[in-house]
């Protein structure tokens, strides 16, 4: 590392952020399996898409099709993942976007690593909780049934801990919740904290 120099840019990520007229932030879904997680952020980028704000979505699934293609779910291998998506959503806050994860990250101490990796109010904690027997009803993969067959070990609300959030920036109760009503929780906290400026449309 003693070769490694930082490279200052010209262009600063205030320089950036003015040409998006937004506040960039990381907006950091949390949450059992089958909470919700992905179908929300899914459905609040398309929102604040069509309010003309820039984002990007960065999923659990997907990323493990990729960039961490190499890590297995263990606690080790969980902690690396989510370091790595820290780092990416570090340099898309850079870059002026609004990043939008969706991971279980069941440990808080990685999710405060992350919240420690950007400035203070660039990271939005978002838990979305939901009750393991409802997600567990849900189960739109089938994972937990494989995880009661003890065909998937590490499995997180069966023999993996997850630690909820204790103080969330956005508490959303999805057991029996619209997706329009949690997004519209969400965009309420942006709009409020002056992260958007929503428009009529």
Not at 22 to 37: A, D, R, V, Y
Request: glycine fraction near 6%; hydrophobic fraction near 35%.
């Amino acid at each position: 590392m003693n070769n490694i120099v930082w490279h200052n840019h010209q262009i600063t990520k205030e320089d950036r952020a003015k040409k998006t007229s937004q506040k960039p932030c990381i907006l950091w879904f949390t949450g059992l399996s089958g909470s919700g997680k992905s179908t929300i952020a899914n459905a609040l980028e398309e929102v604040l898409y069509h309010n003309g704000n820039f984002t990007y979505l960065l999923d659990g699934d997907n990323v493990r099709h990729g960039l961490n293609k190499d890590l297995g779910f263990d606690d080790k291998s969980r902690v690396e993942n989510i370091r790595r998506v820290g780092e990416v959503a570090k340099l898309f806050v850079d870059s002026g976007l609004i990043v939008l994860t969706a991971f279980i990250s069941p440990f808080q101490s990685d999710r405060e690593l992350v919240k420690d990796l950007v400035e203070e109010g660039e990271f939005i904690e978002v838990f979305i909780d939901t009750p393991l027997e409802v997600c567990e009803s849900r189960d739109p993969k089938g994972l937990y049934k494989k995880a009661r067959a003890g065909e998937i070990k590490d499995f997180t609300g069966i023999d993996s801990p997850y630690e909820a959030p204790t103080l969330p920036a956005i508490h959303i109760k999805n057991d029996n919740t619209s997706i329009e009503k949690a997004c519209e929780q969400i965009i309420n906290y942006l709009v409020k904290n002056k992260y958007i400026i929503w428009k009529e449309n």
